[in-house]
């Protein structure tokens, strides 16, 4: 049995989710979440501080073999974006401090990964990520849930198909061969 532990991370300066599946045999569940929140904290260097603190925290009690983390996106505000790169720099820093692997995804690719869509909501996320990892509720926030697509996306890219090295002769042969990229009639009915 293969067994690898992924945590993602979407990185924020007042609320940020560490989000970690637990792939086994090639199939992702949800192992542990966690809400940072950082509302109460005003001076911004002491917000840093918490974040990389936090960071090394989970990695340790996570002790995941790999790190992805959620690419600040472009906003109107530059200040916003900054501060975002700040939190996301740090967060890095602290996987850097554990020599851990860390991956990068700008959230159209995470979106487009989990929804099929680049512009999808973060309502159809979370209900995606509900199908996708066999949960029965969403008990999480949005901080939470893009954490966790953070990680599955970098699960569903660096588990890609090499189809250059395998041929198949048919559906089925395919289908044996990838048993994990099926989606059950039941869970397709639930999107």
């Known amino acids: 049995m293969t067994e ?3 945590l993602g991370i979407d990185p924020g300066t ?11 045999n090639n199939k992702p569940s949800l192992y542990k979440t966690l809400e940072l929140n950082l509302t109460n904290i005003k ?3 002491r917000k840093l501080r918490e974040i990389y603190l936090k960071s090394k925290e989970q990695i340790d009690l996570i002790q995941p073999h790999q790190i992805a983390i959620e690419a600040p996106f472009y906003a109107s505000n530059p ?3 900054l501060k975002l790169g700040r939190a996301q720099g740090v ?3 602290a996987v850097f401090s554990k020599n851990v692997t860390v991956t990068e995804y700008p959230p159209r690719k995470v979106k487009q990964s989990i929804v099929g869509r680049g512009d999808a909501s973060k309502e159809q996320i979370a209900q995606m990520l509900k199908s996708l990892l066999s949960l029965k ?3 999480f926030n949005y901080d939470v849930s893009d954490a966790l697509a953070v990680a599955l996306c970098h699960f569903y890219n660096s588990n890609t198909l090499d189809l250059r090295n395998k041929s198949y002769t048919s ?3 395919f289908i044996r061969d990838n048993p994990q990229r099926l989606i059950s009639s039941q869970e ?3 999107q």
């Open 4 to 6: 690898k532990i992924i």
């Open 14 to 24: 007042q609320k940020m989710g560490f989000g970690a599946i637990k792939i086994v």
């Open 43 to 45: 001076d911004p260097h």
């Open 79 to 81: 200040q916003s974006l």
């Open 91 to 93: 967060a890095i820093a």
């Open 137 to 139: 509720s969403i008990s």
């Open 171 to 173: 559906w089925s042969s």
């Open 188 to 190: 397709g009915s639930k």
